[in-house]
């Protein structure tokens, strides 16, 4: 009986250390996965649309690290969408960098994206990341983009040998002349048409579209953002300008327009698609910067071309509900001014 006790002893010690290794493996494991999962937010439809939608941040000086979950939260909670918001990540210490213009984790969440927004700026993804968008784009998907969209990456000598370079704003390959910006867009970065940080844009409503009764324009009537209009050279032919924009003289909106400075596109659709792609739709507004949307209408415009660009444009509402979840107090844009020390969970 006591070599008995003794040998149920030893078993039950070696149950107990077989157990504590288990739980001390799961927590390990658990960790991990969590650790990679927050990298990234992801929002839950109170009511879905069956619709996933991925929006990617990454600039220096617009703060789309703050728009993008703004805008995802108000896509999930008012509008049924699911949505992802992906972020610049310094990977040595998992903190919210917009200067690290080389690493946006997650990007395999395109693999089950119904539409994306971007709103990068410059960004030299490695092929492993750009493999994802390239993959998203051939399927003809549907495109949001937002001001420095037109500019989103940018391929220098470290990675000109990339088969991704030709996504690079200044590209001159063969049919891919300007990049993503122009070739899935409509257009590439040009220049300041206004004065950047002394004068803002005054969105005016094409009136044609508005008389087609373009469901993208559903009451949106009166824009008027901070940030400068950008130049534009063209658009391609089946471009429907929504918006033009009107450069005002001054940071308000009280401001006088400037009659000197002809209006250009400042928001448009159009379709693209790139080399043994199918064909896809595209919405891009050169506006779009964290304080511009403060702008209640401009966020409706945003909106509503969600609806329109997954094909759900007979569900736009007459007028979108757009109003914030949560609080938002948006910076004034500028470079170096993003808050550090921030991780994605931080914008829950």
């Known amino acids: 009986m006591k070599i008995k006790y003794l040998i149920n002893r030893t078993d039950m010690r070696n149950l107990i250390l077989t157990t504590c290794s288990l739980i001390v493996f799961l927590f390990i494991q658990l960790g991990c996965a969590n650790a990679q999962e927050n990298q990234w937010l992801q929002f839950q439809p109170v009511q879905a649309n069956g619709k996933h939608i991925v929006l990617i941040g990454g600039d220096e000086e617009y703060h789309s690290e703050e728009s993008l979950p703004m805008l995802a939260k108000i896509l999930a909670t008012h509008h049924g969408f699911k949505t992802t918001v992906l972020f610049s990540i310094d990977p040595e210490t998992g903190y919210i960098d917009p200067t690290y213009q080389n690493n946006i984790p997650g990007l395999s969440n395109l693999t089950s994206a119904d539409l994306i927004i971007i709103a990068t700026r410059f960004r030299e993804l490695p092929d492993e990341q750009m493999k994802y968008i390239d993959e998203y784009l051939k399927a003809g998907k549907p495109v949001i983009g937002l001001r420095t969209a037109t500019h989103a990456f940018n391929f220098g000598n470290k990675m000109k040998d990339s088969p991704y370079a030709k996504y690079g704003h200044s590209s001159k390959q063969a049919g891919w002349e300007g990049g993503f910006g122009k070739q899935v867009l409509g257009e590439t970065w040009i220049d300041h048409h206004g004065e950047h940080g002394k004068e803002g844009t005054r969105g005016l409503i094409n009136g044609l579209s508005k008389r087609k009764a373009n ?22 032919t089946d471009a429907e300008v929504l918006v033009w924009g009107q450069v005002t003289k001054g940071m308000t909106a009280e401001s006088e327009g400037s009659w000197e400075k002809e ?19 595209a ?17 409706r415009l945003i909106v509503n071309a969600c609806y329109w660009a997954v094909d759900l444009a007979d569900k736009i509402p ?24 921030l991780k994605p969970n931080d914008y829950k």
């Open 215 to 236: 469901p993208i324009l559903n009451s949106v009537k009166d824009i008027w953002v901070p940030t400068d209009v950008y130049g534009i050279n063209d658009l391609v």
């Open 263 to 281: 209006i250009l596109p400042v928001a448009w659709t159009k379709s693209y698609s790139i080399e043994s792609g199918k064909k896809g739709k």
């Open 283 to 299: 919405f891009a507004t050169t506006m779009g910067s964290s304080i511009d949307l403060l702008n209640e209408d401009l966020r």
């Open 318 to 341: 007459e007028k979108s509900n757009v109003e914030f979840v949560g609080s938002y107090e948006p910076l004034m844009f500028g470079f170096g001014t993003s808050k550090k020390g």
